[in-house]
């Protein structure tokens, strides 16, 4: 006993403990260790080894006169394996230990190399386990360190992300304000240089027939035509390598100091390139760069698009009223095609009444088996509310893609909107992730009207977990996530009180359980042929009525069991 206190203190043992776990630098992790054990041992030269990118051991840390032999420390580590630690029996070798730093037997971290101890007597079993206690304690620290790297990155990236949402949030709306070329480039001009410092770029249109016009040049020099050819038809924004393009195309990306190019997307089809030359301060672009010059583009060709669409509108139809143009602009919002999924058939669609709305419905891709579905429904009529719409559509896009849970996406969308609405605006909506492979639909009910499901024994439910409607409260109450599976041919109906809400010649609404007994006899169709029935009933029920308020339908149905 007086041995293993002579070689394993506690106190000095916890202590060493408590200072490897509150780092997070591995190089003071492991020179500590390295450190402890010269010391315990009585040994006056060490090293660290550790593998490099490619896969070859190197020195990381050498204590004394000690000379690296990269072949014998190779067989060292080969003959490793399983054990705590090796004693190599060469004679020719000054090397006394080989102790792996290794959180399982195919995780190895690093290995500590040490010389001869200046004690004569053999290693005894305190020393022995203390070897091995020191090692398990250090392969953990670094396995935290790692997981708190890991953290520190993730939390920055959560911040930058968050601060990156609201600086396109309100860039979406600068551009909803303007109506001319002039005043959308000097907004993209003022933003590019604001956030990234960057005063040299280029935007082109692509036209129907895929070539590319000019919009704004700010490089000094013409763009190379065959550089066009190359990037006109990429899907998202990423630096440039001139190294993997030929001659010419290379000097010219050197030579105009182009450092990324992104597609322009309006309602995911490509109608425009945006090329952005070099940071003034020499900094590199980072993946949120990357991501806000992709949403940057996309809302700077929105707003020419939707400038062009203005113009042609009102050469067509001069004695037509501002609200006929905002109602072909928001129109074009709207998703152009369903989601093709394998085990689920949904489609939507929105008839507009004669006003502008606030009405939505959008399918977004997560990723190769998950989709956003999402239905919504802003309050008031006119321009304010399609704009509100508009605003709410973009922010929806944008965090779909950041990798948040459902329940992140409508608390942020919830802030959004209450900041940046005046206190008699907000949104009901629902929204939905649909697992094509799993099945498994989950959903939350933000204030909206509960969609009906029909399941195969006749019975309707409504879909009514979630919480508040959005932009009411700046921090509402929690959101409450539901989950279901459908069986094949059952379904979902989500709808807009421009359904139950429509009112025939003795001012009687359509109402709830009329949709419920329609949502019966729909049993065995497909999702587009539900839409089209269950738009004629409620025309039928108006009768020679005009529709007051915008009906919009999304239908989700099973039709076959993963």
């Known amino acids: 006993m007086s041995n293993l206190n002579s070689i394993i203190n506690l106190n000095s043992l916890l202590d060493l403990t408590a200072r490897l776990y509150e780092s997070d630098d591995e190089h003071f992790i492991l020179n500590s260790t390295l450190l402890s054990l010269m010391g315990k041992l009585r040994i006056l030269r060490g090293m660290v080894i550790i593998s490099g990118n490619n896969g070859k051991h190197i020195p990381f840390i050498i204590k004394g006169n000690f000379e690296y032999n990269e072949e014998l420390t190779g067989k060292f580590i080969s003959e490793i394996n399983e054990k705590s630690f090796l004693i190599p029996d060469y004679d020719d070798s000054e090397i006394e230990f080989v102790i792996p730093i290794k959180k399982s037997s195919n995780q190895l971290f690093a290995v500590i190399i040490l010389g001869k101890s ?15 206690l020191i090692s398990n304690i250090t392969a953990n620290a670094i396995s935290n360190a790692r997981n708190l790297k890991s953290y520190k990155n993730e ?28 005043q959308i480039l000097k907004t993209l001009a003022f933003n590019l240089m604001g956030q990234l410092t960057v005063t040299r770029f280029a935007m082109f249109g692509i036209m129907n027939n895929n070539d590319c016009c000019l919009i704004v040049n700010r490089f000094g020099t013409g763009i190379h035509e065959h550089f066009l050819d190359y990037f006109k038809d990429i899907d998202f924004a990423y630096k440039v390598d001139p190294s993997l393009y030929e001659n010419s195309i290379a000097e010219f990306i050197t030579d105009n100091e182009i450092r990324v190019v ?10 425009g390139l945006l090329i952005i030359g070099r940071k003034m301060n020499g ?4 993946d949120e760069n990357l991501l806000f010059i992709e949403a940057l583009g996309n809302s700077a060709m ?5 400038e062009r669409l203005f113009k042609e509108e009102l050469e067509k139809k001069k004695l037509e009223s501002e609200l006929e143009i905002a109602l072909e602009i928001q129109r074009n919002l709207l998703p152009k095609r369903n989601p093709a999924l394998q085990n689920f058939d949904i489609s939507g669609t929105s008839i507009p009444s004669r006003h502008v709305g606030g009405d939505l419905f959008d399918f977004i891709k997560l990723d190769n088996h998950r989709w956003l579905i999402a239905i919504a429904d802003v309050s008031g009529k006119g321009i304010p509310a399609s704009l509100i719409m508009a605003n709410f559509q973009a922010a929806l896009r944008v965090l779909a893609m950041s990798g948040l849970t459902l329940k992140e996406i409508v608390l942020k969308i919830n802030n959004l909107l209450y900041h940046n609405t005046s206190a008699d605006k907000f949104v009901t909506s629902f929204f939905a992730i649909i697992d094509d492979l799993t099945g498994k639909i989950n959903y939350i009910n933000a204030g909206h009207n509960p969609p009906f499901v029909f399941r ?6 409504q879909l009514t977990l979630g919480g508040l409607i959005l932009g009411f409260m700046e921090n509402p109450f929690n959101y409450e996530e539901g989950e279901i599976h459908l069986s094949e041919n059952e379904f979902i109906i989500c709808y807009t009180d421009g359904v139950t809400e429509a009112e025939d010649n003795s001012k009687a609404d359509y109402g709830e359980l009329r949709l419920e007994d329609f949502t019966r006899r729909s049993y065995g169709k497909s999702s587009e042929h ?14 020679n009525l005009p529709q007051n308020d915008d009906i919009t339908i999304l239908v989700i149905k099973k039709h076959r069991n993963a």
């Open 118 to 132: 200046i004690s004569v007597k053999s290693l005894s079993d305190d020393e022995h386990n203390y070897i091995s």
């Open 155 to 182: 939390k920055s990236k959560a911040e930058k992300q968050n601060q990156l949402l609201s600086t396109l949030f309100e860039i979406s709306k600068d551009f909803s304000k303007h109506l001319s070329y002039e």
């Open 262 to 271: 992104s597609p322009m997307l309006v309602q995911g089809e490509r109608r």
């Open 283 to 286: 900094e590199d672009f980072s």
């Open 302 to 306: 929105a707003a020419i698009e939707n």
């Open 456 to 461: 195969k024994n006749d019975y309707v439910e």
């Open 530 to 543: 539900v839409i089209e029935d269950l738009i004629e009933s409620v025309k039928l029920h108006l009768g």
